[in-house]
């Protein structure tokens, strides 16, 4: 798994990956995490909690990952296409304001995803999805039929999803991401949370 801590690039293989997890109680995947600040910050509220950070693009981690703590692993992936040696080691996911690929998979059911996120999972993992009404617009759909879309295909693929709820300004301006941020304090100050958790297929 291709790894970056400012301009430095790291390959970390599986057996690298599970000694370190295996050094924490527990393992936060963070897809499309943006510049890191979401990882970054319960990083260092949760030290003792292993935080990865995956988005494709690697522009915007320079910064965050160049200080980032010991907890902290940031990898340059495709979420379509999530590395191998996070197979099994994940007990919670957040995946914060998806747009482009990412949501359009969300959305779609695509299996890719699905079946890579059920991979890194372990059994009872935790998702939590963000969604903003502005991305799902980009797809042509209001914010409430884009999160029961979402919820749709999570329920098929082996999560039980709860009820979405709604995320005001205030519960915005507490998520600590730049997206969150953003959106607290732009014209549309509202997001739609969905919580799911990994169920055993039969
Ligand atoms: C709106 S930004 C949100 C960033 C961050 N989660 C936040 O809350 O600030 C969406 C992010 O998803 C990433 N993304 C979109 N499609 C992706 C994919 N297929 N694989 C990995 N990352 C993806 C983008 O590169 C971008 O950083």
Redesign the pocket.
Known sequence: MECIQGTRKMTIDSQQLAALAAAYPYTWL??????G??VQHMARTLPRTLLIG????RE?LRERSRRSTPNTLFAI????ALPAELDGLVQRVSI????????E?LLEGDAHLLNGLRRVTRPTALLEIRLNGG?LLQSELAAEEGAARVRQVLNRAGWRCGAPTYLAAQQLKDTP????QRLAHGPHPWAISLRAVAIEIA
């Open positions: 963070d897809l499309g995490t943006g510049d600040r979401f995956v988005d494709a693009c915007n992936a495709n979420a379509l914060n304001f998806p747009w482009g690929s990412l949501l998979a991305a991401s730049s997206w969150a």
